[in-house]
């Protein structure tokens, strides 16, 4: 059954690929120049990135290896969103599971594509304040080191180029615009 995708055809779909984070799907397709073509796409369990602020002004971000890019990361805290959770439990959950952060104060800033051109994956975006600390709950693949440092070091790695992570950089750039730190 031919259905519509905006200029495109969408002839058929095949999954090709599913595990409990994605699903590879490809497309047999009517491209808008009107030539058959094949387009393939991941949709991605929807995520969460936190970035916990203190009263002085610092952050906490994670450094750990990510197995995709073969080396450390240094980003925001992230994790995925389980099917029925809302995107700001999940942030709570990933925040003290992973550094040990609790928070009395949350500002939601936004939703933000993973990337739009073969992605389909929303991260929500979330300031935490009012930080309280406990102990990690990490899980069995996670080896993360927590890293304090001032807000302003942070928005200069995001410049520099040291944290390249998209939805970390969208987050503490979006942040710095809220307040002056």
Do not use: N
């Not at 991260?123 to 302003?152: C, D, N, Y």
């Amino acid at each position: 059954m031919l259905r519509r995708h905006g200029p495109w055809t969408i002839e058929e779909t095949t999954e090709k690929h599913r595990d409990s984070f994605m699903t590879v799907f490809e497309d047999r397709v009517i491209r808008p120049d009107g030539r058959p073509g094949v387009y393939s796409t991941v949709q991605v369990k929807p995520g969460v990135a936190v970035l916990p602020v203190d009263r002085d002004g610092a952050v906490y971000l994670v450094r750990q290896f990510r197995y995709a890019i073969g080396s450390e990361s240094l980003e925001a805290v992230c994790g995925g969103v389980e099917a029925g959770e809302a995107y700001q439990d999940s942030a709570k959950k990933e925040l003290r599971e992973e550094v040990g952060i609790e928070a009395s104060s949350w500002t939601d800033l936004g939703l933000v594509d993973l990337d739009t051109s073969m992605v389909r994956c929303k991260m929500g975006l979330f300031l935490a304040e009012g930080l309280s600390f406990t102990e990690t709950q990490r899980e069995g693949t996670e080896t993360i080191q927590t890293v304090k440092l001032p807000f302003h070091d942070a928005v200069q790695k995001v410049m520099e180029g040291e944290i390249t992570h998209a939805a970390s950089c969208i987050l503490i750039l979006k942040a710095s615009m809220r307040r002056a730190w």
